[in-house]
């Protein structure tokens, strides 16, 4: 008998411990004679001293908005059950807060009453506001970097396409030597800002585009790459080398995989060593099922130790003797990343440079390469 009562005392002191102690409000309240029992977090929610201070006003009056009040009431007493509802309560000084509020219609002694918890959650609800709101600034500022992109590809270029034309015309009808060199500083210029306009949009595109997965003919992808950089200044002067095993099929997103090949490779040649006999860009692209490898090997100018950590750094620059935008092997390295693959780069300062990719295979690739076998097996 005493070990029942004090099994009873001992659940009782427990009970009372977590109403005390709970940091969510508990009550119960009847019909109609309003709140019968209110815990110290719910008191402490409302800005009330006492039981009897918060007794002391009707229910509704800790709802800001009566018509909550209204609808909850009718609510519960259709389901006799709320969970989770979220209502806007009112402080004793008039300050409203968030609350999470769980309750239960009930039968006590043949009375109705409700039962059960708020937890405030103001915190909440404001770190909510601040990320909608952060989420609107986001797309705000998305829709106007697409309107700068379509501007910079289409408003910017056409004036720099028009300044290019009238420079070739100019080359060709002065005869004047100093005036050909102005002309040539001019043309410098002009096509800087072209391929820096170029690869802004570039990274643009490959910021929004949505990855569409292909079936890759890798050795058509490199010919076409090498073809566009036929115009680089420093083409002629190197030796070229290639070896592509592609036989085992392979899906990626053919748009950023050119990116990469044409960013990296054109990266080789702008920091090739003339002053070696043999300048040369080694390429080696091979297939496996579950991933690609492509290397790119240089004996170009090399990268010093200093800039190694920074070559993947949007509009940096790693030498004296570059002209371009600062955005190539970064736009590379993002590239890679959305397709979620990897870029390593090994370097010697006046040696040259190994650029390491690799690719993971799609679902599809690895798909046909299990037709493939299949096939071959009957």
């Known amino acids: 008998m005493d070990s029942k009562f004090e099994s009873e005392n001992c659940g009782h002191e427990i009970i009372d411990s977590l109403h005390t102690h709970l940091r969510n409000g508990i009550f119960r309240t009847s019909l109609t004679d309003g709140i019968l029992y209110a815990n110290n977090a719910l008191m402490d929610m409302h800005g009330y001293a006492s039981l009897?201070?918060?007794?002391?006003?009707?229910?509704?009056?800790?709802?800001?908005?009566?018509?909550?009040?209204?609808?909850?009431?009718?609510?519960?007493?259709?389901?006799?059950?709320i969970i989770d509802h979220r209502v806007l309560y009112k402080r004793k000084n008039g300050r409203q807060f968030w609350g999470l509020l769980t309750c239960k219609l009930l039968t006590r002694n043949g009375e109705p009453m409700l039962e059960g918890s708020i937890q405030d959650i103001s915190e909440l609800v404001k770190a909510e506001e601040t990320l909608a709101e952060t989420k609107r600034a986001s797309e705000k500022l998305t829709l106007e970097f697409e309107r700068f992109i379509y501007s910079a590809s289409h408003d910017i270029r056409s004036p720099i396409s028009s300044i290019q034309?009238?420079?070739?015309?100019?080359?060709?009808?002065?005869?004047?030597?100093?005036?050909?060199?102005?002309v040539d500083l001019m043309s410098v210029s002009i096509n800087r800002l072209d391929r820096f306009v170029k690869a802004i949009v570039t990274f643009a595109q490959n910021s929004k585009q949505e990855i569409k997965l292909t079936h890759i003919d890798f050795q058509e992808i490199l010919d076409t790459v090498l073809n566009q950089l036929k115009q680089h200044l420093s083409f002629p002067k190197v030796s070229v080398f290639s070896e592509v095993d592609n036989r085992i099929p392979f899906f990626t997103d053919r748009f950023r995989l050119r990116i990469v090949l044409y960013n990296v490779l054109k990266n080789?040649?702008?920091?090739?060593?003339?002053?070696?006999?043999?300048?040369i860009i080694a390429i080696q692209i091979r297939t496996l099922p579950e991933k690609a490898v492509i290397e790119i090997v240089d004996n170009g100018i090399g990268i010093a130790p200093v800039h190694k950590e920074k070559v993947f750094s949007m509009f940096y620059r790693g030498s004296e003797l570059s002209t371009g935008s600062g955005m190539g092997l970064y736009t590379a390295h993002d590239a890679v990343?959305?397709?979620?693959?990897?870029?390593?780069?090994?370097?010697?300062?006046?040696i040259g440079t190994t650029i390491?990719?690799?690719?993971?295979?799609?679902?599809?690739?690895?798909?046909?390469?299990?037709?493939?076998?299949?096939?071959?097996?009957?």
Request: no cysteine.
């Open 337 to 350: 990343i959305r397709l979620g693959g990897t870029i390593t780069l090994n370097s010697d300062y006046g």
């Open 356 to 378: 390491r990719i690799e690719f993971p295979n799609t679902d599809k690739g690895r798909l046909m390469i299990k037709k493939m076998s299949m096939k071959y097996r009957h």
């Open 268 to 279: 080789a040649f702008d920091y090739s060593d003339e002053k070696k006999h043999n300048p």
């Open 52 to 81: 009897a201070e918060i007794q002391s006003i009707p229910h509704r009056a800790l709802y800001v908005h009566g018509e909550t009040y209204e609808y909850l009431m009718d609510k519960i007493l259709k389901e006799k059950l």
């Open 165 to 182: 034309g009238l420079i070739n015309i100019m080359k060709m009808e002065f005869q004047d030597m100093n005036a050909m060199n102005l």
